[in-house]
Nanobody
């Protein structure tokens, strides 16, 4: 089992930056993939970004690339999501996810094996 704990959620103003952290513990593997999803009220969970800890390759949903950056520290089993120029539409619960590898359909929530409990990000206008 892998446990994921997200931290860093907060209420911020539009234009602010925020960095989310996700710490993995338990049965961790150096080459598994980690990602971020978000879910706004009344909406489906959507893919934000992912990183292959084996290759370092990163993946983003097109609309967020350039504002959001995913990074990881393999030694610390931690992944971060740096979010810049935040907008009210970024308001959501952000979830960390982990899986054994980056699958072809990495943007689908059901492709990921482990999930954190989520952290709330609220962006006010």
């Amino acid at each position: 089992q892998v446990q994921l704990v997200e931290t860093g959620g907060a209420t911020v103003q539009a234009g602010d930056s925020l960095r989310l952290s996700c710490a993995a513990s338990g049965r961790t593997f150096s080459n598994y993939a980690m990602g971020w999803f978000r879910q706004a009220p009344g909406k489906e969970r959507e893919f934000v970004a992912a990183i292959s800890r084996n290759t370092g390759n990163t993946y983003y949903t097109t609309s967020l690339k350039g504002r959001f950056t995913i990074s990881s520290d393999n030694a610390k089993n931690t992944v971060w999501l740096q979010m810049n120029s935040l907008k009210p539409e970024d308001t959501a619960v952000y979830f960390c996810a982990a899986s054994f590898y980056i699958g072809t359909y990495y943007y689908r929530p059901n492709e990921w094996t482990y999930w954190g409990q989520g952290t709330q990000v609220t962006v006010s206008s």
